[in-house]
């Protein structure tokens, strides 16, 4: 069993940065791909980042490409989600997620993943 914290949420205002961080305890973390996802109010739950459990094959959503990192400290079971001009559409709660199953592959899809941290609130303001 793993548990996923998440922190470093907060208010920002547009154009500014923040860097969100994943900790995991339990099981085995370092061997499983890992993601982020955000859901808005009253949408979906959406596809954000993810990152193979080596570190070396990263995945974005379009609407992130080039303002976001996804990273990895296995050595620390953290994984990371650097966000830079940011933009008031990327207000959301940020969930982390563990998938057990994916070792070649990575996936934008939530059926994947097992394991779910419990969100951080991200606020962007205008």
């Known amino acids: 069993q793993v548990q996923l914290a998440e922190a470093g949420g907060g208010l920002v205002q547009a154009g500014g940065s923040l860097r969100l961080s994943c900790a995991a305890s339990?099981?085995?973390?370092?061997?499983?791909?890992t993601g982020w996802f955000r859901q808005a109010p009253g949408k979906e739950r959406e596809f954000v980042a993810a990152i193979r459990w080596s570190g070396d094959i990263t995945y974005y959503a379009d609407s992130v490409k080039g303002r976001f990192t996804i990273s990895r400290d296995n050595a620390n079971n953290t994984v990371y989600l650097q966000m830079n001009s940011l933009k008031p559409e990327d207000t959301a709660v940020y969930y982390c997620?563990?998938?057990?199953?994916?070792?070649?592959?990575?996936?934008?899809?939530?059926?994947?993943?097992?394991?779910w941290g419990q969100g951080t609130q991200v606020t962007v303001t205008s």
């Open positions: 997620a563990a998938a057990t199953q994916l070792s070649r592959v990575l996936s934008k899809l939530k059926y994947e993943y097992d394991y």
């Open positions: 339990g099981g085995t973390f370092r061997s499983y791909a």
